[in-house]
């Protein structure tokens, strides 16, 4: 059976086509469905700068899909740079309202980056601080997270 033009721009279809356009509309709706499956959220503070704004990002494991919350461009480097990549390095605050690096050991698994930066986020240093001494340690998990940096 062919196709027929009825006048104006409503068509006729046979149904192979709308069998075929029906495939492709699935394969869509499949391939959208998937990707929001593999899409991440989570939510922390800001240490790109001096601003500690509270991120709202939106991420699968190869891309940050979305930043929201962040006042600057430093917002959306700090997030790219703590949840795609394999150690984690923040400053965090002291005491006497210094600020002193801190840096995981070892690479972190990406299901745990949230978990640790929200433990970290919690975090008020005593002076002095001496590079190498354990900062932070998860037993279950293994992370442990030191000083990158002398703070007297």
Request: charged letters at 25%; hydrophobic letters at 35%.
């Amino acid at each position: 059976m062919e196709r027929m033009e009825i006048i104006g721009t409503v068509s006729i279809f046979t149904c192979q086509e709308k069998q075929s356009i029906i495939g492709q509309i699935t394969k869509m709706i499949l391939r959208k469905e998937k990707m929001m499956a593999t899409q991440k959220y989570t939510q922390f503070p800001c240490q790109g700068c001096g601003n500690r704004c509270f991120l709202e990002i939106q991420y699968d494991t190869n891309a940050i899909q979305s930043v929201k919350g962040n006042r600057c461009d430093g917002g959306k480097r700090y997030a790219a740079q703590q949840l795609l990549r394999d150690k984690i390095s923040v400053c965090l605050p002291t005491i006497d309202g210094r600020q002193a690096r801190v840096v995981s050991t070892e690479p972190i698994p990406l299901q745990y980056h949230t978990a640790c930066l929200e433990q970290l986020a919690q975090l008020v240093l005593e002076t002095p601080v001496c590079k190498g001494e354990t900062i932070w340690e998860d037993w279950k998990t293994g992370i442990c997270v030191v000083a990158d940096e002398n703070l007297f």
